[in-house]
């Protein structure tokens, strides 16, 4: 079969020169480049390295910093028919409980790191036990002597690489990801994007050991023959007007992220850091990886319109590790879609429209409403709706972001899943998945696996079914995210959604960190109880009064979903627990805060 291997050496051959990876001079790093031909003979000379230490379907760990090694080694193991577990460098000062655990669970053959990790692992070895038994493969040990790339032809379903899920689950799940996975999913994203081959530049940010970043950022371009342009996800951190400014440069055309990093765009960013930037080639921004918000699509466009971004290029989309990376998407071009439903019909799993409120809807009767064109002064008529029924105080209703359209590469069934039952248009369920980008499970799980699969009926063809874990309903072929059943809060038999009662927190105060705050319930004198944590500002840590903070925090909950927070914690800026692809961690921080240990500034009781 072709595989992603395969495809590399046919462009390299067509396009020898031609630059696929670019990395930019930063704070931390030198400029460095890395052409189609390069990363064949590197990749070559990286699988010859590994002979010694590894058979075909062995696990190798690879830990590298942003940059040309971990590509060269990332291929290597798969001319090689290694098995490539991409990870975060996390910090190796003291011990790493999940970093054991991967390794428990992946038992690897091989460490594949940069010389600077592996020089501190020999200096820090007794807190690594697990990593200081392996061998260490450098790029030392292949660069000197590029050599040709001898591809071990792989059988489809054979596994590409494992891509170690992020989450706070007590033992890390490795997503077995099939060279026809990805393959399959890789093109799905091409068609659905409209990508071009060869058709231009994207510029990320986002860390190759993480699915978004690694398929959606890396090997997209490769596999439609373009070019990317890789930022480290620290210098997006600190300077997030550097990823705008590249994509001006490079005139980029397809980039994206996660949600909070266009709100973070939006609201970081000064007039001064755009001056001479050009956002006019930036044809499609996907937004995915977390519940999109429709307040992030309208303040980023707002924003940025001034600049030449429009509306039209976001690519809502969502997806996750298990089945490759996305499943719906788009269609490019399309505009966002939003929809307006009944907060109190929705914490029962019904989708109703608001009541009590003026009809600000353009749309269909449905409430399903799609943005118009942009004004003369870069506002889009229904968006500016959408911000005007924020403003309204009106608890019962909620404005949901869809993520976008389902489409032959991947079936999408909403389920109820107590009986198995698949759900009509506009009933909440479990979002069940199939498709040949769906995976066949997680690495030495089988009891994981028995229950992430279910053999439905749809259509009159019984078929497997992943199940996400993920909430949500379908409304004319859109997918529309409402929460996670394990993250759902239900206090008095209703179901409050983690994300919306977050929103409402991140609104209520200046001083509040945006983005920075998760809501979760816990069981408290036999019932279950409300809890709010917030992360401040790093100007307003010191500087703002504590309980100025709380009675907003407080207020705007109670009127968005008529409860009452039991308690209330404010904390230091990025003390919640985050994922390496930096979202925060509800289950971790309600274990911390159940277990104790949990370190905040201020607290307050209701």
Not at 315 to 341: H, I, K, S
Not at 391 to 414: E, Y
Not at 508 to 519: F, I, R
Request: one cysteine or more.
């Amino acid at each position: 079969m072709k595989s992603i291997c395969s495809l590399l050496e046919e462009t390299a051959t067509e396009f020898p020169d031609k630059p696929l990876f670019v990395f930019p001079v930063t704070r931390w790093l030198c400029e460095e480049s890395l052409t189609y031909s390069d990363l064949v003979s590197r990749a070559g000379a990286a699988a010859g390295a590994l002979t010694e230490h590894c058979d075909r379907g062995d696990r190798a760990l690879l830990m590298f910093p942003t940059g040309a090694a971990f590509w060269e080694a990332f291929f290597g193991c798969l001319a090689r028919g290694v098995i490539g577990v991409p990870l975060n460098i996390p910090s190796l000062n003291r011990p790493n409980d999940h970093l054991q655990k991967v390794c428990k669970d992946s038992t690897p053959s091989v460490l594949m790191t940069d010389k600077k990790t592996a020089d501190l692992l020999v200096r820090r070895a007794e807190k690594h036990p697990y990593l200081s038994q392996l061998p260490v493969v450098t790029p030392e040990d292949w660069r000197d002597e590029p050599s040709p790339l001898t591809i071990i032809v792989p059988d489809r379903n054979d596994t590409a690489f494992l891509q170690y899920t992020s989450g706070s689950t007590a033992r890390p799940k490795g997503v077995q990801v099939s060279h026809d996975n990805l393959m399959s999913n890789l093109k799905m994203i091409r068609d659905r994007m409209e990508i071009q081959v060869p058709e231009g530049t994207g510029v990320t940010w986002l860390p190759h050991y993480h699915d978004m970043g690694l398929i959606g950022s890396y090997l997209v371009p490769l596999y439609t023959r373009n070019t990317a342009v890789c930022l480290p996800p620290g210098e997006f951190a600190v300077q997030p007007a550097r990823w705008l400014q590249l994509i001006s440069e490079h005139k980029a055309s397809v980039c994206g992220g996660p949600d909070f990093g266009f709100r973070f765009c939006a609201e970081k960013i000064t007039d001064e850091q755009m001056e001479g930037v050009d956002l006019s080639s930036w044809r499609v921004a996907y937004i995915g990886a977390e519940r999109i918000r429709p307040e992030t699509i309208r303040r980023f466009t707002e924003r940025f319109a001034p600049f030449g971004f429009r509306e039209s290029a976001f690519f809502p989309c969502y997806g996750l590790g298990e089945v490759t990376l996305m499943a719906t998407g788009g269609p490019a071009t399309a505009l966002p879609v939003t929809r307006r439903v009944s907060s109190s019909a929705l914490m029962e799993n019904r989708i109703e429209p608001p009541g009590e409120k003026p009809d600000l809807t353009v749309g269909s009767s449905d409430g399903t409403e799609h943005s118009g064109p942009l004004s003369s002064e870069g506002q889009n008529a229904v968006t500016e709706d959408v911000g005007e029924q924020v403003a309204i105080s009106n608890a019962d209703c909620t404005i949901l972001a869809g993520s976008g359209r389902t489409s032959a590469g991947c079936k999408v069934a909403i389920v109820d899943g107590e009986s198995d039952r698949l759900l009509p248009d506009n009933r909440v369920g479990e979002v069940f998945l199939a498709g040949q980008s769906v995976t066949r499970g997680y690495y030495n799980s089988k009891e994981l696996n028995e229950d992430a699969f279910r053999l439905l009926s749809v259509d009159g063809q019984r078929e497997t079914f992943l199940r996400t874990g993920d909430l949500g309903f379908l409304s004319e072929g859109e997918l529309f995210i409402t929460g996670r059943i394990r993250e759902i809060i239900i206090i008095r038999g209703r179901n409050l959604y983690p994300d919306d009662i977050e929103q409402h927190i991140d609104d209520a105060h200046e001083a509040l960190a945006p983005g920075g705050s998760v809501a979760f319930s816990v069981d408290q004198h036999d019932q279950e109880s409300l809890i709010l944590v917030a992360e401040l500002q790093r100007s307003a840590a010191r500087m703002v009064s504590h309980d100025a903070i709380f009675a907003p925090i407080r207020q705007r909950v109670i009127e968005a979903v008529g409860v009452n927070p039991a308690e209330i914690l404010l904390m230091r800026p990025l003390s919640i627990p985050r994922t390496s692809s930096g979202k925060l961690k509800r289950v971790a921080a309600r274990e911390s805060y159940i277990d104790g240990t949990i370190s905040c500034l201020a607290r307050e009781l209701a």
